[in-house]
C-alpha cells in the first residue's frame, strides 16, 4: 500500500477560499468589539467629564495654588 501523493496544484488557492473569508469576519468581529467595547464607553466618559467641568473654576483654582508662573495668586 502506498502513500497518495500531495495535491500541489491549486494548493494555495484552495486554502485561501477556506481562510480569507474566516479572516475576514474575524477582522469585522474584532472591530465591532473594539468599537462597542471601548471607544463607545471612552466617548460616554468623556462626555460625562466634561458635562460638568468648569475650566474657569479650574484655571483660578490653579491660580491660587501658584502652578502658574506668568499669572499671580490673588493674595499677591
Request: net charge positive.
Amino acid at each position: 500500500m502506498s502513500l497518495q501523493k500531495p495535491l500541489m496544484r491549486g494548493l494555495l488557492a484552495k486554502r485561501l477560499r477556506f481562510h480569507v473569508p474566516i479572516a475576514f469576519a474575524l477582522s469585522m468581529l474584532a472591530a465591532v468589539g473594539w468599537k462597542y467595547g471601548v471607544t463607545e464607553p471612552r466617548k460616554q466618559a468623556y462626555a460625562d467629564f466634561y458635562k460638568h467641568y468648569d475650566a474657569v473654576k479650574e484655571f483660578t483654582g490653579m491660580r491660587e495654588a501658584g502652578v502658574f508662573e506668568s499669572v499671580r495668586p490673588s493674595g499677591e
